[in-house]
């Protein structure tokens, strides 16, 4: 059997007519916009007909835009007339119609106006005036600042241009001579009748078949109730009941049948045409990336050849210049076709070049700027893709070498940041190139209904792409595609490039185990950014991929859909969406063996409770709290990692912690009491600036220091306490009597205030009063304050007051201290990093931190870190600056603070921002404490915050998977 004429069957013009005839025009009007109009009108006819979706249209509508594109083509002009013409001759049948209206002699000088032009090219690619046409004319619209009076006035006039195309059609329309049966003889013409009147007795279609079974079904079923329901009307109520009933069924029946047949039903959606390629195939490579990928080891010696010539050199000259541009071109154009060894060694023999160069401006300079990436947006030449990422991404390596020149790094990061933004700032291979791959996607997705090359750039962009190891990184940028081309005018409806490119980022994603990939997708169908159009042609891929063979045909949206409906299905998708069996990933990611979320629930409790213990600020609160966030610490450690020791028993020594800090606040002598706390949680200095602020006479000096009073607490901070100290000895006496009688009764016992007093009384007034203070906060008895031995004798009882508290809560001191340092040996040796059994908190602390780097760096399987050496530039700085074991302590707890958020950032992704907020947050809280104790007590929270988090995630992650857990 012969193939069917796609355009016979359609316009009922055989296709091998010429573009004249197949687009019903006349010689004597063929302008550009006759033409177009022409082609409207037939494409709308084509769209309109049943099967104006088919491979056959497409085949027929590609014909007629060939067509238009010959007509307007004025080299083929001559060529197309002498054809029409002869054709006219050969074809007897055929006998024009004299046409009795002449053509307007406007019709064939019509010129439209560039708005008007644009409105004619989407009514010419969208089919006619349909739901995809009127938004993308809405837009055009908009984009040219028109209202809807004035859109509509310029359809007007393309009516008037579709008039005057229609009638030199009309005109020379032919008339076939014989009879009707003559006619029905003619080839097509039954194809015509059933296409137009009876589409669904055409046999090949199986849709149709289908559709045809149900409706006779129905109808057959309907005339035999009817039937029944004739012969049994006089019978008893019983039966005719049933017959109702019968009746109802049928016609639940035939409404379901008749909601299928009409396309209502969501099952029935039918799904998108797609070509026999639904994926963008990503092979063959073009001939020049496989010549570099050969010329690859070559180019290798050759830098190593030129790392030696520059050794010494002061200038650039010619031919290092050349080899330098040469071997960038090859590593370019070839590094993602390579195998990764190769690759590699290229990247290194390149960073070796600039080693040698040092901070010589005159080479590293040139050689860098050689090697600068271009603006992503420059994305003409597909090539342009590769060539662009590896520069990029090289850039970026060069700055986290710290064998290269400062110079040559910070030239390097002033190139990547000129490429990509202030805020772009890789300093590894990978980060780079998928930093830039990122930035491509907004040209790319641009090109693809401009540029003929388009197809070619995607494939060279998945090809990049598919060599960088980073499942997170590249999921992201996949996905941003993704969303990127459906929120695009780019009618993805038709089975051509933009579908393709669409098929493919389907395929590359991560459908079963990845959480981002469901949260991104079911955003999609509530987003009023992405049309149904598109939601439909996304639903039909989902539907016809391997990769997601649960996406049932019920979860495909109707072109036409609204918001509720959308919704809907979104709710439907949502419950239906495969859960993981199991979390697994790099070591330390996803679930650990031998999680136990009972302790983990556990170790959430206590720390609520530990979280609600009382704020004081006095040092052995601290301490005692800096404990328990120690203990909470290596727990968690021990239930995610199972690095620590016996987790049930450090909990267990929690619960204990937690006991003695509770029976310390009700029986300490000094005033301990868990419902009062220090300036009511203010931070200190906090009264100090309000009293600048607000004390500007002595009643208002006198009524800040009742309003201090009325706030709990045993001690004031360093800042408050010498505030109160300098009022209580050198104001007036109406206020030194307020402060006398404030540190008297609330502050007496008070170490940060009696070390104040001890700081203040070089400048103390030798008056009675204050003598009075110093005795009944010392119990010595001091000289008359105009003898000269008066100032030596006050200091001097200061100072053993200030000795002698200190000295009662140094064995506590020390015991809280052994405890700290004993829960971090425990946790390094859990690690396999042996620690001293004897060694102080500082050492203790050193020991954990080397323990930890000494992880990550196994788990970095030999790489080295991207900011490694910053890491320990920042740790060797501060432990310079340090000048005591406490600030040795805290700095070993902010290098173990910057491992662990290191560490997190690797196994959990998507908390990377969060992880950067609580930082940054930490160093302010840490810059206004003004107490060492207090510094590392904050520091050891956050430790505590980053486990809080790693423990929820896991959690959460197993109540999504329907897993269990237990001892």
């Known amino acids: 059997m012969s193939r069917p004429d796609p355009t016979m069957r359609f316009i009922g013009v055989p296709a091998d007519s010429d573009p004249l005839t197949l687009l019903g025009l006349d010689p004597s009007s063929c302008s550009g916009p006759v033409v177009d109009a022409a082609l409207v009108s037939r494409l709308a006819r084509i769209y309109d007909h049943p099967d104006g979706r088919s491979s056959m249209a497409e085949a027929a509508r590609a014909t007629l835009r060939d067509a238009a594109s010959r007509l307007k083509d004025p080299d083929q002009w001559q060529d197309i007339q002498v054809e029409h013409a002869s054709r006219r001759v050969e074809t007897p049948a055929e006998v024009p119609i004299p046409s009795t209206t002449a053509t307007p002699p406007s019709a064939a000088s019509v010129e439209l106006t560039t708005i008007q032009v644009q409105l004619m090219q989407v009514l010419a690619s969208c089919g006619g005036w349909n739901a995809v046409s009127r938004s993308r004319l809405a837009s055009i619209g908009a984009m040219h600042g028109l209202s809807p009076l004035e859109m509509v006035d310029e359809l007007r006039g393309l009516t008037s241009v579709v008039r005057l195309s229609a009638l030199p059609a009309a005109a020379t329309r032919p008339a076939w001579r014989g009879s009707s049966s ?212 090289m850039t970026g390596a060069l700055v986290g070498i710290d064998t290269i020149s400062p110079a040559a790094r910070s030239l390097a990061t002033q190139y990547v940041r000129t490429s990509l933004g202030r805020q772009a700032i890789p300093d590894t291979f990978n980060d780079g190139v998928l930093v830039w791959l990122s930035a491509c996607i907004p040209s790319l997705v641009e090109s693809l209904d401009v540029r003929a090359t388009a197809a070619e750039a995607w494939k060279l962009w998945f090809r990049c792409l598919a060599v960088i190891d980073d499942g997170p990184g590249r999921e992201a940028i996949l996905l941003k595609a993704a969303r990127q081309l459906l929120e695009t005018q780019a009618d993805l409806s038709r089975p051509e490039v933009p579908q393709m ?96 979320p009972q302790l983990a629930e556990t170790w959430l409790s206590l720390l609520k409770q530990a979280r609600a213990v009382d704020r004081d600020r006095g040092t052995l609160p ?22 620590g020791g016996d987790t049930l028993s450090v909990l267990n020594e929690l619960e204990g912690v937690l006991e003695q800090y509770d029976d310390l606040l009700d029986s300490d002598p000094r005033g301990f009491n868990r419902d009062v706390t220090s300036l009511g949680g203010r931070v200190d200095g906090q009264w100090a600036r309000l009293y600048g602020v607000r004390a500007r006479n002595r009643a208002d000096k006198i009524d800040m220091m009742q309003e201090l009073e009325r706030h709990g607490g045993d001690d004031l901070g360093p800042i408050d306490a010498d505030l109160l100290a300098s009022e209580a000895l050198t104001a007036n006496i109406g206020v030194r009597e307020a402060a006398h009688y404030l540190i008297e009764t609330r502050y007496s016992l008070g170490p940060n205030m009696a070390q104040a007093m001890v700081d203040r009384l070089p400048q103390a007034s030798a008056t009675v009063d204050v003598t009075g203070l110093i005795e009944s906060l010392t119990g010595a008895e001091l000289p008359r304050p105009s003898a000269t031995r008066w100032p030596i004798e006050a200091r001097l009882a200061m ?115 969060m992880l950067d907020e609580l930082q940054s947050d930490l160093v302010l809280k840490r810059d206004r404490a003004v107490h060492v104790v207090e510094q590392m007590l904050l520091t050891e929270t956050a430790v505590v915050e980053l486990w809080s988090i790693r423990i929820r995630f896991i959690l959460s992650q197993l109540q999504q998977g329907g897993r269990g857990g237990g001892t």
């Open 182 to 393: 003559q006619r029905a003889m003619e080839p097509g013409f039954v194809e015509r009748v059933v296409g137009q009147y009876a589409p669904e007795l055409r046999a090949s279609d199986n849709r149709s078949l289908v559709k045809l079974c149900f409706l006779f079904g129905g109808l057959g079923i309907l005339a035999l109730l009817l039937m029944l329901r004739l012969l049994l009307v006089d019978t008893t109520g019983g039966v005719q009941q049933a017959g109702t009933l019968e009746l109802k069924q049928s016609r639940d029946a035939l409404d379901m049948v008749a909601g299928e047949s009409g396309g209502g039903s969501v099952n029935q959606v039918p799904l998108a045409p797609f070509t026999s390629t639904l994926v963008l195939p990503l092979k063959p490579l073009p001939a020049e990336v496989l010549d570099d990928v050969d010329a690859s080891s070559e180019t290798i010696q050759t830098l190593y050849s030129l790392s030696r010539h520059a050794v010494g050199m002061e200038d650039i000259d010619r031919r290092m210049k050349e080899e330098w541009e040469g071997a960038i071109d090859v590593a370019s154009t070839g590094w993602f076709g390579a195998d990764p060894t190769t690759a590699k060694n290229m990247r290194k023999a390149m960073a070796g070049v600039l080693e040698v160069t040092g901070s010589n401006p005159r080479l590293a300079g040139p050689l860098l700027g050689a090697l600068a990436p271009p603006s992503p947006g420059v994305t003409a030449e597909p090539l342009s893709i590769p060539r662009g990422a590896w520069q990029c991404g």
């Open 799 to 913: 100072v053993n007051h200030a000795l002698a508290l200190r000295l009662n809560e140094s064995g506590q001191i020390d015991a809280l201290s052994e405890s700290l340092a004993r829960s971090m040996r425990r946790e390094s040796k859990g690690l396999g990093w042996a620690a001293d059994p004897a060694g102080s908190p500082e050492a203790s602390a050193h020991a954990l931190t080397a323990a930890w780097q000494n992880h990550l760096e196994t788990l970095q399987d030999g790489e080295p870190w991207p900011w490694g050496r910053e890491w320990e530039d920042r740790h060797t700085a501060r432990l310079m600056l340090s000048g005591d074991s406490l600030q040795r302590f805290l700095v070993e707890q902010i290098a173990m603070h910057e491992l662990l958020v290191y560490w997190m950032k690797q196994v959990q992704p998507g908390a990377t921002s």
């Open 622 to 643: 601290m301490l005692h709290r800096l404990l328990l966030e120690r203990l909470l610490a290596e727990a968690a450690d021990g239930l995610v990692t199972g690095h």
């Open 501 to 596: 490119v669409l098929g493919r980022l389907l395929v590359e994603l991560d459908w079963d185990k990845s959480a981002g990939v469901r949260s991104a997708v079911l955003g999609w169908f509530v987003d009023p950014a992405i049309s149904s159009t598109d939601l439909w042609v996304l639903g039909s891929s989902l539907a016809t991929i391997e990769q997601t063979p649960w996406y049932e045909r019920r979860f495909v949206v109707a072109p036409d859909a609204d918001l509720p409906m959308r919704r809907r299905i979104q709710a439907r998708l949502a419950q239906a969406w495969p859960r993981p069996t199991a979390i697994v990933g790099m070591p330390g990611r996803g679930i650990p063996e031998g999680f136990d």
